[in-house]
């Protein structure tokens, strides 16, 4: 019953600039961390950033200095912003949450339906 969707995606030339967002709705009691992946043909999915419900971040060596990620609790949502842009960012992105169902102690992770990023040099 929970539902994470990303938007944001789209084409970009190297060195611009790009914002995810992700929001997350459905039975939802609350969210521990929170974070995009990415994942390129060929490639396992890898961590691009995550941000803890205290807002502790971390970040793929691959985009430190160049991503911020933030969230919203009282939304249920995640941004990534995603600057200085490289062809080598490019990738689905995907959005993830963990989530505590209402009366619940356990924590699912969700999943979105994933975002194209494309960066043009």
């Known amino acids: 019953q929970v539902q994470l969707v990303e938007s944001g995606g789209g084409l970009v030339q190297a060195g611009g600039s790009l914002r995810l967002s992700c929001a997350a709705s459905?039975?939802?009691?609350?969210?521990?961390?929170m974070g995009w992946y990415r994942q390129t043909p060929g490639k396992q999915r890898e961590l691009v950033a995550q941000?803890?419900?205290?807002?502790?971040?971390t970040f793929a060596d691959s985009v430190k200095g160049r991503f911020t990620i933030s969230r919203d609790n009282t939304k249920n949502t995640v941004h990534l912003q995603m600057g200085s842009l490289k062809p080598e960012d490019t990738a689905v992105y995907y959005c993830?949450?963990?989530?505590?169902?209402?009366?619940?102690?356990?924590?699912?992770?969700?999943w979105g339906q994933g975002t194209q990023v494309t960066v043009s040099s």
């Open positions: 941000i803890s419900s205290s807002g502790s971040t």
């Open positions: 459905g039975s939802i009691s609350g969210i521990n961390s």
């Open positions: 993830s949450a963990e989530v505590r169902p209402p009366a619940s102690t356990y924590l699912y992770t969700y």
